[in-house]
């Protein structure tokens, strides 16, 4: 017994290491019509207005002027503003609409160290209580250790993160649309997100999370090419009763785990409330979420998936998940519905349907049936591979 728990170990390592190859060079495809290079018609050179890159002027100024004048561009095909070559310090400035901010492969934007070159902005409307900051703030750079929630997206469109690699305390990257009543009044969802050739290490938090603050709505996210490590979950979605909205047609895919606490958790009563105002029969509908071609080793639990009470979650699809399970209760599921096809350890009672025959999954793009198990972009080797695996296991 424990010999063959070291063999499936052993080749699971080295599947991580040739399908994680594979899978990193064909993520980030879906980031391809959000390219940066648009074409503009009108183009600047920092060094026009100023600027000098030697790493000790403040060029501040010449940042602002600059994005004041290409400004005027913006109903004429929007500008460019190029940063050639050397060390650019500067205070505070603010990117506009219709604007490339392109840089030289050797430039380098430094921020200033003395925060008297940082403005102070007026504070944003709190949803807290007890804590109460008066004033403004000065805007910092984004830079520090044992941070929180890294990449946040909030009520955003057409979005895509790629290429990152990312070491905090709490989420890697976390979508989200706003909080209770506010977000649902606001009714600003996030939608139409691609990430892709992330690698995440966070002790307290996992490395793709969606809430639980989701009350305007999330969809349409597409996340492919992520490595999380030493961290305490893997793919996390988190909601409560009273925030309202949806999260819809989510698709995770091409996933490697190492040193994992939880692999998938999915948690219908987290987090606090803003106020009291919120409404209590707003629940949340969460529906048509995918998660395939996952595999990991010394992950401790394979998964967590909780809904809500008179709200079950539904069309949770979970396909070609391989992990290396310390737990002997692997899977705990209750108020949900699904399907699961080529999963190990074997997938709650909940999720036992074959999504090969029955259900509809969402594949990224649309609703459609799971008939080829999982492939990963015509690449079928790691498939072979894995489906090796299991049948070894299993002798």
Avoid at 289 to 314: M, R
């Amino acid at each position: 017994m424990g010999r063959s728990a070291s063999v499936f170990q052993a080749l699971l390592v080295f599947l991580i290491t040739i399908i994680e190859t594979q899978w990193s060079s064909v993520s980030g495809m879906y980031c391809a019509d959000m390219a940066s290079t648009v074409y503009r018609p009108h183009s600047v050179t920092i060094t026009e207005f100023g600027a000098v890159g030697d790493g000790v002027t403040l060029n501040t100024k010449a940042f602002q002027n600059a994005i004041f004048y290409l400004n005027s561009f913006a109903d004429k095909g929007g500008a460019q503003l190029f940063v050639p070559a050397g060390r650019w310090l500067t205070g505070g400035f603010s990117l506009i609409s219709h604007l490339t901010l392109s840089l030289d492969k050797d430039a380098v934007i430094i921020g200033s160290p003395h925060s008297s070159d940082w403005p102070v902005i007026d504070p944003l409307p709190s949803y807290g209580r007890g804590r109460e900051l008066p004033g403004g703030r000065h805007q910092s750079l984004i830079f520090g250790s044992h941070l929180t929630d890294v990449i946040i997206t909030d009520s955003s469109t057409n979005v895509c993160i790629s290429h990152c690699y990312v070491r905090n305390g709490d989420d890697v990257i976390v979508i989200k649309s706003g909080w209770d009543e506010y977000g649902i009044s606001f009714a600003q969802p996030s939608s139409n997100i691609s990430i892709s050739n992330i690698t995440g290490e966070t002790g307290g938090g996992a490395g793709i999370a969606i809430g639980s603050e989701m009350s305007g709505g999330i969809s349409e996210v597409r996340a492919e090419g992520l490595r999380i490590v030493n961290s305490l979950h893997g793919i996390r979605i988190k909601t409560a009763p009273g925030r309202g909205g949806y999260v819809r047609n989510v698709y995770i895919a091409n996933v490697s785990m190492h040193n994992v606490s939880m692999a998938i958790r999915i948690n219908g009563n987290y987090g606090e409330h803003p106020d009291n105002n919120y409404d209590r029969n707003a629940l949340p509908i969460i529906s048509n979420i995918t998660i395939q071609n996952v595999v990991g080793v010394d992950v401790g639990v394979a998964g967590i998936l909780e809904g809500i009470e008179g709200d079950n979650f539904s069309s949770i699809c979970i396909s070609n998940v391989s992990l290396s399970v310390q737990s002997r209760h692997p899977w705990n599921c209750s108020l949900i519905q699904g399907y699961s096809n080529s999963v190990t350890p074997e997938s709650c009672e909940q999720l036992r349907t074959d999504c090969e025959e029955t259900s509809i999954c969402y594949d990224g793009g649309s609703s459609l049936a799971v008939g080829s198990r999982a492939s990963i972009h015509n690449k079928p080797s790691a498939n072979i591979l894995l489906n090796s695996l299991l049948q070894l296991v299993s002798l």
